[in-house]
């Protein structure tokens, strides 16, 4: 997906990234970027606090899709789908969101509008997302579950 290499760009990392290095180039581009070097630079001021603003997105969203991540929570994943009804979902360029009844909301990224439809269209779309969108595709939490 464009925007999981945009922000892997952004940050200067590979796809194999662990949540230490992450870590650790977000913290080294801060130091260079950070607000507080350009007190007395208007325009550098700025733009610091413009690209920090994308270190910072990017950072969170990484992380968020990083395998170390997904692994610690997946027992909470597992028992939102497997236990909680779909509430409501939403593609929008090919990022489907699904809300569950649990208040939580997670993202599949890289699903097809063909897919899309077939979710629509399905007799039950919970058991359509179990067997086709769970398993085949990757997928992040955007809302924490209250």
């Known amino acids: 997906m464009k925007k999981i290499a945009d922000y892997r760009k952004l940050l200067d990392v590979d796809n194999k990234a662990d949540l230490s290095t992450l870590k650790s180039r ?10 507080d070097r350009f007190v007395n630079n208007e325009e550098g001021l700025r733009a610091a606090e413009e690209k920090s603003k994308e270190m910072i997105e990017a950072y969170h969203f990484l992380v968020s899709i990083c395998p170390e991540t997904l692994e610690n929570q997946l027992p909470i994943y597992k028992n939102t789908i497997e236990s909680s009804a779909i509430a409501d979902f939403d593609w929008k ?9 649990d208040g939580s909301k997670y993202e ?3 699903v097809t509008k063909n897919e899309y439809i077939k979710l629509i269209n399905a007799d039950s779309p919970a058991r359509h997302a179990k067997r086709h969108i769970y398993p085949k595709y990757a997928y992040r939490n955007v809302l924490k579950t209250a």
């Open 26 to 35: 977000y913290r080294q581009i801060m130091k260079e970027c950070h607000p």
């Open 93 to 101: 360029g090919h990022i489907l969101s699904i809300t569950f009844a």
């Open 108 to 110: 599949y990224f890289n």
